[in-house]
């Protein structure tokens, strides 16, 4: 679930109040389509990757975007989400889009967190998550209904070659020890 929450100076910490329920998908209300379309210029055309600083554009107004992972579970823990950036490659009819997360809250007990109004955490770890829209540009105008695929066993992400390879770069530049790890291989 996405929502808005305001950013609110609490003495020394920073207050989040959930303020209301956002879309980030979809050409008429969706936050990612319309913070796209203002970037766009004319000359514009697929195949290129863009990335939209949502937390910054959020932040100058005293706002976050935060994105609960597990809405349903109410019995379970807690992973709370402030989106960063929106992380994106447009091709012809469809944008495959990574979302760069600061992870508020995991693994905390429900009971112990209330999610209408909490403190941020001044230190936050990094995370993505990938998905696609279905929607594109031609010449700087936004085309297609820039939702999310509905549920099916045909709606897993394909990546090609520099898709993949702009993804790859912008976790680098963005985090830069991110994908250094050590992993164990059979």
């Not at 290129?48 to 107004?61: M, P």
């Not at 379970?76 to 091709?91: H, M, Q, R």
């Not at 549920?151 to 520099?162: D, F, G, Q, V, Y």
């Amino acid at each position: 679930m996405y929502s808005l929450y305001e950013r609110t100076p609490d003495a020394t910490q920073l207050r989040l109040k959930f303020k209301e329920h956002i879309k980030l998908a979809g050409c008429n209300w969706g936050i990612i389509p319309n913070l796209l379309a203002d970037k766009l210029k004319p000359t514009d055309n697929p195949p290129i990757g863009w990335t939209l600083d949502v937390s910054e554009y959020y932040n100058k107004n005293n706002e976050s975007i935060i994105i609960d992972i597990t809405p349903k579970n109410k019995t379970a823990e807690v992973f709370l989400c402030e989106l960063d950036k929106v992380i994106g490659f447009t091709y012809d009819a469809w944008t495959p889009i990574m979302y760069r997360l600061n992870i508020l809250f995991n693994g905390i007990q429900s009971n112990g967190i209330d999610k209408i109004s909490f403190v941020y955490l001044d230190k936050t770890e990094a995370i993505y998550t990938m998905l696609y829209l279905y929607g594109s540009f031609k010449n700087g105008e936004l085309v297609g209904t820039w939702n999310y695929p509905g549920p099916s066993p045909t709606n897993a992400l394909l990546l090609w070659s520099e898709s993949l390879t702009f993804f790859t770069q912008q976790v680098s530049f963005f985090d830069r020890d991110f994908l250094k790890e050590n992993i164990k291989t059979i």
